[in-house]
């Protein structure tokens, strides 16, 4: 009898840990990329937004002001040989730029604050967290 019971113990804590597993980053670091609109973009033209990875492509996303929308956000886990690379590319009042918003080589300290990258989108360019040094033009 005692053996039968450490028998499920023993299968209901591997359940346990490999569900923990697939949720989680294993053996990998777990970032967050944060697209943050800023009121100088106004109320009349949306921000769209279309992310891709070499493996995943994040789909095309519009976001209005006027609606409250102010955020895009996604999790990954760091590729395994750690080379990570997400690009975006913005449109806005007819301009557009394309550009990495995170790339493995150089966000590990670029994002190193709870290793989430937060991109400020402003009027008069791209802003990486919270930096008043203007990263990319519009």
Same mark, same amino acid.
């Given at each position: 009898?005692?053996?039968?019971?450490?028998?499920?113990?023993?299968?209901?804590?591997?359940?346990?840990?490999?569900?923990? =597993?697939?949720?989680? %980053?294993?053996?990998?670091? #777990?970032?967050?990329v944060?697209?943050?609109?800023? +009121? @100088?973009? !106004?109320?009349?033209?949306? =921000?769209?937004?279309? %992310?891709w990875?070499?493996? #995943?492509?994040?789909?095309?996303?519009?976001?209005? +002001? @006027?609606? !409250?929308?102010?955020?895009?956000?996604?999790?990954? %886990?760091?590729?395994?040989?750690?080379?990570?690379?997400?690009?975006?590319?913005?449109?806005?009042? !007819?301009?557009?730029?394309?550009?990495?918003?995170?790339?493995?080589?150089?966000s590990?300290?670029?994002?190193?604050?709870?290793?989430?990258?937060?991109?400020?989108?402003?009027?008069?360019?791209?802003?990486?967290n919270?930096?008043?040094?203007?990263?990319?033009?519009?």
């Open positions: 009898m005692a053996s039968k019971m450490n028998i499920v113990i023993t299968q209901l804590a591997l359940f346990v840990v490999s569900a923990n =597993l697939l949720e989680a %980053c294993f053996l990998t670091t #777990e970032y967050r944060l697209i943050d609109l800023d +009121l @100088s973009l !106004g109320f009349v033209y949306p =921000l769209t937004i279309h %992310c990875s070499g493996n #995943e492509d994040l789909g095309t996303h519009m976001m209005y +002001l @006027s609606d !409250g929308i102010t955020k895009y956000d996604w999790r990954f %886990c760091e590729n395994f040989i750690g080379k990570s690379v997400y690009t975006c590319e913005f449109w806005w009042n !007819g301009k557009d730029k394309t550009f990495q918003v995170f790339n493995s080589d150089t590990d300290h670029d994002c190193a604050e709870e290793s989430t990258c937060t991109w400020h989108v402003k009027k008069h360019g791209f802003y990486l919270g930096n008043d040094r203007r990263s990319y033009k519009w």
